[in-house]
């Protein structure tokens, strides 16, 4: 079965400081793991994927196998982060894709 | 380019009745899912469709029918509304790489 876990539902952080939205999933095969965001009143979009190993807006992600975990990071957070978080796993060969329960994150000036 | 329309944006149903969900995409993508989003419990994916022709069930189907019309249009329907399921219901179309583009959501109180 697949399933994805995101421990904190709110992280408050200040402006500058770093930041770690902690994600951790289970799923017997190779997953597709993703990132996705919502800023206040706009759609749901894709901020990163495992794959693309890429940084979007200073944030990355790594897959880490062995923990099972796939938590994203910031090293010096900006207001405009301030958003729900969504970490998503989905499985091969066109599996379904399922979300976890979301993280608010709030960065104060 | 719409990506994913859905109507309708709010809705307001008395316990008991019913109504459709619609949305549709311009996108050529083969699947399409419905979820619900509920405070604390993140987005639950309630149906989803692989290809035309083909649904299945997701983490939350109960009280809730699909239809995919064709590639474009997938509806969601509630037979029997139930204060329960008061939420914000979100369309989504996945393409090749898996990126799911999201509908604007819609707004759903059972009174």
């Known amino acids: 079965a697949q399933r994805v876990t995101q421990p904190e539902k709110l992280l408050s952080v200040f402006k500058g400081a770093p930041v770690e939205l902690k994600c951790n999933y289970s799923?017997?095969?190779?997953?597709?793991l993703f990132w996705y965001v919502q800023y206040s009143r706009q759609r749901l979009q894709l901020l990163l994927r495992?794959?693309s190993r890429e940084s979007i807006k200073g944030f990355t992600a790594d897959l880490n196998k062995g923990e099972t975990s796939f938590h994203l990071k910031k090293p010096f957070a900006q207001e405009e982060d301030s958003a729900m978080y969504y970490c998503?796993?989905?499985?091969?060969?066109?599996?379904?894709?399922?979300f976890g329960t979301g993280t608010r994150l709030l960065v104060s000036p | 380019n719409a990506g994913v329309t859905q109507t309708p944006k709010f809705q307001v149903l008395k316990t008991g009745q019913s109504m459709t969900l619609q949305c549709a995409q311009d996108?050529?993508?083969?699947?399409m899912y419905w979820y619900r989003q509920d405070p604390g419990m993140g987005l639950r994916l309630i149906y989803y469709?692989?290809?035309?022709?083909?649904?299945d069930k997701g983490e939350v189907p109960n009280g809730y029918n699909v239809s995919r019309l064709n590639k474009r249009e997938f509806s969601l329907r509630l037979e029997s509304a139930a204060p329960s399921q008061t939420s914000v219901y979100f369309c989504?179309?996945?393409?090749?790489?898996?990126?799911?583009?999201f509908g604007q959501g819609t707004r759903l109180t059972v009174v």
């Open positions: 998503a796993l989905r499985g091969g060969g066109f599996q379904k894709l399922v």
């Open positions: 799923y017997s095969g190779s997953p597709e």
């Open positions: 495992h794959i």
């Open positions: 996108m050529n993508h083969n699947s």
């Open positions: 469709s692989a290809s035309e022709g083909t649904t």
């Open positions: 989504a179309s996945i393409d090749r790489v898996s990126e799911a583009f």
